[in-house]
């Protein structure tokens, strides 16, 4: 008999842990207040990487859910995704190349490029760094559109898809059995929280207490524009790249900035940065800014795992949502049908703040 599972969550992790399910023959039931795409997944910067400042431990997980998002790419066509390469000179010279040092030694692909080259691989730049890092095979998913994709495949699956709050979990013997939506008891024999920012509440109340933080993060939208920008940009205190729509996207970090006390002017201002970075811009036009509010695990890496002492309880919430997707809703969804644990996991259990 297929599992009856329900997935708290429409985001970028929930819908793949629904697809992943639903693939592997799950009954599935996505319940989500805001519908596909979730509330942070839309104003991710989406840059799918294995970049700087984390341990290898980490960097390997991130490299293979860079392999695993160009699997699910042949299993589900017409995800917007981008291969679109990276470059990367927000560190003073002598970081970047330490960084260089380590990630190239892991088997990370980076090229050093100097002003010329960077040149040739953004054109439009107005000062090309002396000195570049540049990862070919860094890429993008159009967030949203991305999430929206899996769920309509999995929809097409036989998953089900249902908007509406999840108020809790119903308990029963030291093990969940469901949640309760809007009202409406939904049973399951597992339930997944992928909620994000909401997850912490939702999973309060079968008392399983998730260290969660949630800094904001504000992100600039252009007016789409003719192509100016051909991958990803990380520059001093500015990070930008260019959608699939033609919007000229940035945030003064890759997570989105600090909004301040006034977001409009902070956007402006940040705008007004971007625009003088690049040549051809004067038509260049600030469409609107998002402040999303990042759900991000107090040591800043994911939780993914079982919640420890209730039974039927799954918990996938991280910052690194757009990169870690495909194999977090893989390995997830073995965890949950077969009991197989992958080793690449084992450091973002739950357990560890239990100490």
Same mark, same amino acid.
């Given at each position: 008999?297929?599992?009856?599972?329900?997935?708290?969550?429409?985001?970028?992790?929930?819908?793949?842990? *629904?697809?992943?399910?639903?693939? +592997?023959?799950? !009954?599935? =039931?996505?319940?989500?207040?805001?519908?596909? &795409?979730? $509330? %942070?997944?839309?104003?991710?910067?989406?840059?799918?990487?294995?970049?700087?400042?984390?341990?290898?431990?980490?960097?390997?997980?991130?490299?293979?859910?860079?392999?695993?998002?160009?699997?699910?790419?042949?299993?589900?066509?017409?995800?917007?995704?981008?291969?679109?390469?990276?470059?990367?000179?927000?560190?003073?010279?002598?970081?970047?190349?330490?960084?260089?040092?380590?990630?190239?030694?892991?088997?990370?692909?980076?090229?050093?490029?100097?002003?010329?080259?960077?040149?040739?691989?953004?054109?439009?730049?107005?000062?090309?760094?002396?000195?570049?890092?540049?990862?070919?095979?860094?890429?993008?998913?159009?967030?949203?559109?991305?999430?929206?994709?899996?769920?309509?495949?999995?929809?097409?699956?036989? *998953?089900?898809?249902?908007?509406? +709050?999840?108020? !809790?979990? =119903?308990?029963?013997?030291?093990?969940?059995? &469901?949640? $309760? %939506?809007?009202?409406?008891?939904?049973?399951?024999?597992?339930?997944?929280?992928?909620?994000?920012?909401?997850?912490?509440?939702?999973?309060?109340?079968?008392?399983?207490?998730?260290?969660?933080?949630?800094?904001?993060?504000?992100?600039?939208?252009?007016?789409?524009?003719?192509?100016?920008?051909?991958?990803?940009?990380?520059?001093?205190?500015?990070?930008?790249?260019?959608?699939?729509?033609?919007?000229?996207?940035?945030?003064?970090?890759?997570?989105?900035?600090?909004?301040?006390?006034?977001?409009?002017?902070?956007?402006?201002?940040?705008?007004?940065?971007?625009?003088?970075?690049?040549?051809?811009?004067?038509?260049?036009?600030?469409?609107?800014?998002?402040?999303?509010?990042?759900?991000?695990?107090?040591?800043?890496?994911?939780?993914?795992?079982?919640?420890?002492?209730?039974?039927?309880?799954?918990?996938?919430?991280?910052?690194?949502?757009?990169?870690?997707?495909?194999?977090?809703?893989?390995?997830?969804?073995?965890?949950?049908?077969?009991?197989?644990?992958?080793?690449?996991?084992?450091?973002?259990?739950?357990?560890?703040?239990?100490?």
């Amino acid at each position: 008999m297929a599992k009856q599972v329900v997935v708290v969550g429409a985001g970028i992790i929930g819908a793949s842990i *629904a697809w992943h399910l639903a693939k +592997a023959g799950a !009954r599935v =039931t996505v319940i989500s207040e805001s519908g596909a &795409g979730g $509330v %942070a997944t839309p104003n991710s910067f989406a840059w799918i990487n294995a970049s700087w400042g984390n341990p290898e431990v980490y960097f390997q997980l991130r490299i293979r859910a860079m392999a695993e998002w160009k699997r699910l790419a042949k299993d589900v066509p017409g995800l917007p995704l981008a291969w679109c390469g990276g470059l990367c000179f927000d560190l003073p010279p002598d970081r970047l190349e330490a960084y260089a040092a380590e990630h190239s030694s892991w088997g990370y692909g980076i090229e050093r490029v100097d002003a010329k080259r960077a040149g040739q691989i953004e054109p439009n730049l107005v000062e090309p760094p002396d000195l570049a890092l540049y990862v070919a095979e860094e890429g993008v998913a159009e967030p949203a559109a991305t999430a929206r994709v899996l769920l309509m495949d999995a929809e097409r699956l036989g *998953a089900r898809v249902i908007l509406g +709050a999840v108020n !809790r979990l =119903t308990l029963s013997g030291g093990k969940v059995t &469901g949640v $309760v %939506a809007s009202g409406e008891t939904i049973g399951a024999e597992e339930v997944v929280v992928a909620a994000g920012a909401g997850a912490p509440a939702i999973a309060a109340t079968a008392g399983i207490k998730l260290p969660i933080k949630t800094p904001p993060g504000l992100i600039v939208h252009s007016h789409p524009y003719r192509r100016l920008l051909n991958g990803l940009v990380h520059a001093e205190k500015l990070h930008m790249r260019q959608t699939a729509e033609g919007r000229i996207i940035a945030g003064s970090d890759f997570a989105g900035g600090d909004p301040g006390e006034n977001p409009e002017a902070t956007a402006r201002d940040l705008f007004a940065v971007m625009k003088e970075a690049l040549q051809c811009a004067d038509g260049l036009e600030l469409d609107f800014h998002t402040v999303g509010y990042r759900p991000t695990p107090a040591d800043g890496f994911p939780i993914v795992s079982r919640a420890e002492g209730v039974g039927g309880l799954y918990i996938a919430v991280m910052h690194s949502g757009i990169t870690l997707a495909p194999a977090v809703g893989l390995f997830a969804t073995r965890e949950i049908l077969d009991g197989e644990s992958d080793g690449l996991l084992k450091p973002y259990a739950l357990s560890r703040f239990a100490q």
